[in-house]
């Protein structure tokens, strides 16, 4: 039997020997990422190079509420409860208890129609799977909801006009920056909130392949929420100003963590695209700062509309754009 001394010793220098392990742990996962070897005596990673091996470890972690089975995309979604008055006798869906009144017995979820207490909503999982006979628009619909809905990773209309962007217009000179017909534009909008995923806007019907961009860049602009969230902006914003570049790139790469996941996986995709339409710089005179300035704006706003906040940050707003688009492989 051992003394109780000998044994709090014992845990101390187990607690010792798993606290060095952790940090081996950690160092060698970061190496993993490199596909480089630490010493005995464990390594020193330059910053960017940890930074790197960071981003591979941690960008599943705005996919952590993320499912990928058997082509179910599970994003978590808060429901939008609205007070209701219900016609008739109803229960709660949430406590299975009558709810009580002759008017406002409850609240209804508008994206999916679960009917519930007042009070019983606050105690509600976020786990709302919004009903297509709810959404009624594709524009201007928010972001996971509209994804949610349509059972997809990423909204339809980014998928669709990026995939015919690529196909035909990567060398088009002035891309997203030089503007397709209004009108044209609507229609697209329209096609989309008519026909969904069955849109046609092939070069058939838009030969312009400016249209589409502007199509793209419209439902941006007109998401209730904007990629980059309302509740980021100003830690973004806050990041474009440091100074030393390599502290800048990590400060980003955290703030990229704080994006509901369906806003990452959008941003992610739309980056990756953005960095081919640079590599085609020589043919659409389009590059990283170019494309930041047009889509410094679109991705992102501040919570209040000011025009001289707005007109202050858009500098910034051009510096974090261009900075997702030329580190795209590093930050997500």
């Not at 940090?23 to 490199?34: D, N």
């Not at 330059?46 to 993320?66: D, E, N, T």
């Not at 959404?135 to 980014?158: E, G």
């Amino acid at each position: 039997m051992f003394s109780q001394e000998l044994w709090l010793e014992n845990e101390k220098k187990c607690a010792v020997v798993w606290k060095s392990k952790q940090g081996r742990k950690r160092q060698e996962l970061l190496a993993m990422a490199l596909g480089v070897m630490v010493g005995v005596k464990g390594g020193w990673l330059w910053p960017p190079l940890k930074l790197f091996a960071c981003s591979q470890i941690s960008s599943l972690v705005p996919r952590a509420a993320l499912t990928h089975k058997d082509n179910h995309f599970n994003y978590e979604k808060t429901h939008k409860f609205k007070i209701h008055t219900f016609r008739g006798p109803h229960w709660c869906e949430y406590c299975a208890n009558f709810m009580w009144g002759i008017i406002t017995q409850g609240v209804r979820c508008s994206d999916c129609g679960l009917n519930v207490h007042k009070q019983c909503s606050k105690h509600v999982p976020n786990d709302c799977q919004p009903d297509l006979k709810r959404i009624k628009k594709v524009y201007c619909c928010d972001l996971t909801t509209l994804i949610k809905a349509h059972n997809t990773q990423r909204p339809m209309v980014v998928d669709i006009c990026i995939w015919e962007i690529e196909a035909k217009g990567l060398k088009s000179e002035g891309l997203y920056r030089v503007s397709g017909f209004t009108e044209h534009i609507e229609d697209v909008k329209m096609a989309f909130d008519r026909d969904g995923e069955k849109a046609d806007i092939s070069a058939n019907i838009y030969p312009d392949i400016n249209i589409i961009t502007g199509a793209l860049k419209l439902y941006f602009r007109d998401l209730p929420i904007p990629v980059i969230t309302y509740d980021t902006y100003s830690k973004f914003i806050e990041a474009a100003k440091i100074s030393i570049a390599d502290q800048r790139l990590e400060t980003v790469h955290e703030m990229l963590m704080l994006l509901p996941p369906a806003h990452y996986e959008t941003l992610w995709y739309l980056m990756i695209h953005l960095k081919k339409v640079t590599m085609n710089e020589k043919d659409n005179f389009m590059n990283a700062e170019n494309l930041g300035i047009v889509f410094g704006p679109t991705l992102m706003r501040p919570p209040e509309d000011r025009t001289l906040t707005t007109l202050h940050d858009m500098q910034y707003q051009k510096l974090i754009v261009q900075i997702l688009i030329e580190n795209e492989d590093v930050l997500f």
